[in-house]
């Protein structure tokens, strides 16, 4: 098969990595890739949201399958396109994409579908900040302020105060959904859908906030573990029939069907998980934790997506816990330093259970270079979590820049 992976990230390098190990593979492209990525791919210059871009060298170069790594692609239409085109795409469309695209369209199937989620609130551009205000004041806090629409992970505010809440209000403008603050554990649990299809993958734990302690603000996540000990296989399987399996029946019967990977981020309440979110695509860093994983072949399994014919038991992990960890650069997430020159790697790649995804990396010459917010995800496996975390942190004291900053939390 002739494959095309859109996207730049260490998600991507990840999924990279177990594509490329599948005997069905030809050729691989990346678009537009990472350095990390060019070991297992050919690397092309093309934006992941440049859908025409993205159409047209898949029409050239024959591809049999389109693996959309990144939201922005998805919800810019890229299956619809690929499929005008008679391109194969394992992705939902743009319509089921919207799952992700709109926090207030999440909210509306939840509730149709009678997945349990808490009480929230839409203020839209026809509404004025001062309603919204008006609500929060109302509420009291603590209460959460999130952007209705894609905002790389940081559109999110969990408000400790009704000041805190307010000075979101006027950072995120409209339109915004306002809900209930829910108490408990967070997890990420992620599964394989087509139609009224689900396989379970496998759940992570991500650690949001850039500092120690869950302080600081929100990012896209500084690291996971895989699984979560308080969320075992069969809550797991619980979770995707209360959660995930009514959302798909009710994207049927609204007539858009859901084919692609859907991350359900819940909340482990005293009445037992809430849904706190959708995402139609594989988390980062959950990804890297969940694929290093992997035992089996992932090429059919997403094969099997684009086409429909998914099978519940489509791909196998294996039992040993795994930690990811980022490695970003300082100022993260408001204004990372870039261009300090890393070195290490070729130590980090040596340990035993390690991996090494790239993400906000570039070339300069013979130098790597950090580039990015979230610069490299360190990923290890071991018996126990204590010896995947131990793994980890020691490969992650062999890779060194200037600026270079993580959390030494994860996992704990």
């Keep these: 098969m002739r494959v095309l992976l859109v996207g730049s990230g260490g998600r991507e390098h990840a999924l990279a990595t177990a594509i490329a190990r599948s005997p069905l593979l030809d050729t691989l492209f990346a678009a537009p890739g990472n350095p990390g990525m060019a070991d297992c791919a050919r690397c092309v210059s093309i934006a992941a949201d440049d859908i025409p871009g993205l159409v047209e060298f898949a029409k050239k170069e024959k591809i049999d399958l389109v693996v959309p790594g990144p939201e922005v692609s998805l919800v810019a239409g890229l299956t619809d396109a690929c499929q005008q085109a008679g391109i194969a795409c394992a992705g939902p469309s743009k319509a089921a994409a919207a799952l992700e695209g709109s926090k207030a369209f999440t909210k509306e199937v939840a509730d149709a579908a009678g997945i349990p989620t808490a009480r929230w609130q839409r203020f839209d551009t026809n509404s004025s900040t001062d309603a919204a205000k008006a609500y929060v004041r109302e509420q009291g806090a603590p209460i959460v302020i999130k952007a209705d629409g894609l905002a790389a992970g940081k559109g999110v505010v969990v408000a400790q105060s009704v000041d805190e809440a307010l000075d979101a209000i006027d950072r995120l403008g409209l339109p915004l959904v306002i809900e209930e603050c829910l108490v408990g554990r967070e997890v990420s649990l992620f599964a394989f859908c087509a139609d009224d299809k689900a396989s379970l993958i496998g759940a992570a734990r991500d650690h949001k906030r850039v500092g120690d302690g869950d302080t600081g603000p929100n990012t896209g996540g500084m690291g996971a573990i895989c699984p979560p000990p308080d969320f075992d296989r069969t809550a797991q399987e619980a979770a995707l029939d209360l959660t995930v399996r009514p959302m798909l029946a009710e994207m049927v019967r609204r007539g858009t069907p859901f084919r692609g990977v859907i991350f359900a ?27 290093i994983r992997l035992e089996s072949d992932l090429l059919p399994a997403l094969k099997a997506l684009a086409e429909g014919t998914l099978s519940e038991d489509s791909i196998r992990f294996s039992d040993k816990p795994s930690i990811s960890l980022v490695l970003a650069a300082k100022g993260y997430p408001d204004a990372p330093i870039k261009g300090g020159v890393i070195s290490g790697l070729d130590r980090t790649e040596q340990l035993p259970g390690v991996s090494v995804f790239h993400a906000g990396t570039k070339l300069d010459g013979d130098k790597l270079l950090a580039n990015g917010g979230r610069v490299l995800t360190i990923c290890a496996t071991g018996p126990t979590a204590a010896k995947a975390r131990s793994r980890a942190y020691e490969a992650a004291a062999t890779i060194q820049w200037d600026d270079k900053m993580l959390r030494s939390d994860i996992g704990l």
């Design 265 to 291: 981020g819940l909340m482990l309440t005293e009445e037992g998980p809430k849904l706190i979110e959708y995402n139609v695509r594989f988390g980062d860093p959950e990804a890297q934790a969940l694929l």
